[in-house]
Structures are given as C-alpha cells and as structure tokens.
C-alpha cells in the first residue's frame, strides 16, 4: 500500500515564478493538508482540502493557493515566488471518523529553491 | 493561536542511554498531540501520540506523558541505539472537532545524536 507521494521531488525556481506541487494521499484518505517546512524549523501549516474545498488555512498569503481533486490529490500553488519560499513543502492525509483525526501521515516532500 | 515550545534544541547521548525532549503549549483546548521523527531527506514519521484523556502511554522503548493541568507533554526514549538518531518534533492539535479540523502546531524540533 502506497503511502503518501509527492512530486516533483525536487525543483529549483527563479524569484518571480509560479510552481505547483502534486501530492496523491495514502488510500483510504480523503483529506490533505499542506505544511511549509524551512530549513531547521518544523513545519508549519499552509492549509487543508476536504471535499474538493479550502477548509482551513495558516497564516500565508494569498501567493498560496491550491486544489483538491475528485480523486482526493492535491495540488499546491505558489505565484510569485520569493527567494523566502525556499523551503520543504510537505504534504499529510489524513481521514474523519466520528470527529476524530485518524492516521496523519506525511510524504517525504518537496524540496523547492528559488533563486 | 496555539504555541508550542520545544527544548532541547540538541541532546547528544551514549548508546543506551535515556533521552528526553520535552514541549509545552499554549491552547488549552488542544487535545491530541503527536511526536515525529525526521531523517535527512524524508518527511515526518509519527511515532507515538497521545490524546487528551490519557496521561501516559508506552510502545516498547518510546513512551509519552501528558500533564494537562501544567500544559507539556515529554517524549522519553530508553536504551537508545544510533538508529535513534534523528530530528524530532512534538506537535499539538484540537483534533477534529469544531472548526480545528486537526491543524498540527508543531514544535522546532530537537536534534537527537546517539553515539556508540
């Protein structure tokens, strides 16, 4: 059984450009949710999909945005890009059971840099 | 929002030795709260949690305390071995219920080095 995957795996950006980065959630799953990782900090949330919609989102601006499929992968948007963006972008699923969170699990991520 | 405060940031140990990391939190409705191990290059890997209605719980040689009332919880690692040796992070959640919908805060990790 596969876990989650994330692709590409690595990439390298210029300050300006757009990326999207795709993510397949363990089966079984159908909630993902996106973490901003930079070097030597823990992750920290972007948002979550559920149902195809944003259901919550962290503290980043709009530059991020993404989407959620009827197959329940997701894809992960940035505009504009900063070198600050330059970070690991991990990629969780998870599913609901009675109002409780069962089996969060990350992929290995996405290693983006912008120059 | 919630705030999760990690230390040490570094723990060198022997082999076999104990190894303890331990975090406090700010939101007193936070109600799960797991702890990853991150190797060079992968994502986070949960190796134990705990949820709010339990103070301890115990998988072979990792085990996880919660004191609800003080706000931390501390991951305790016995008879360390130099697979061990990994980043790990403590991390906090009001679960799923209302509009949480299980956003991890996660702590700044403690680098943890095991030696033979």
């Known amino acids: 059984d596969a876990g989650v995957t994330q692709s590409p795996t690595h990439l390298i950006k210029t300050r300006g450009q757009q990326v999207t980065l795709r993510c397949s959630p363990k089966?079984?799953?159908?909630?993902v949710s996106w973490y901003q990782q930079a070097l030597g900090q823990g992750p920290q949330f972007i948002f979550q999909y559920y149902e195809e919609e944003e259901r919550q989102r962290g503290n980043f601006p709009d530059r991020f945005s993404g989407h959620q499929f009827p197959n329940y992968s997701s894809e992960l948007n940035v505009n504009a890009l900063l070198l600050g963006d330059s970070a690991l972008y991990l990629c969780?699923?998870?599913?609901?059971?009675?109002?409780?969170?069962?089996?969060?699990?990350f992929g290995s991520g996405t290693r983006l840099t912008v120059v | 929002g919630e705030n999760v405060e990690q230390h040490p940031s570094t723990l060198s140990v022997q082999e076999g030795d104990s190894a303890v990391i331990k975090c406090t939190y700010s939101?007193?409705?936070?109600?799960?709260f797991p702890w990853y191990k991150q190797e060079l290059g992968k994502g986070p890997q949960l190796i134990i949690d705990?949820?709010?209605?339990?103070g301890e719980k115990k998988d072979q040689r990792i085990a996880v305390t919660l004191n609800k009332t003080a706000k931390h919880f501390s991951l305790h690692i016995t008879e360390t071995q130099p697979e061990d040796s990994a980043v790990y992070f403590c991390a906090a959640s009001r679960g799923a219920g209302g509009t949480s919908y299980g956003k991890l805060t996660f702590g700044q990790g403690t680098i943890l080095t095991v030696h033979p």
């Open positions: 939101d007193s409705a936070s109600n799960y």
């Open positions: 705990i949820r709010s209605n339990v």
């Open positions: 089966s079984g799953h159908d909630t």
């Open positions: 969780a699923s998870s599913s609901y059971s009675g109002a409780q969170l069962y089996g969060y699990t």
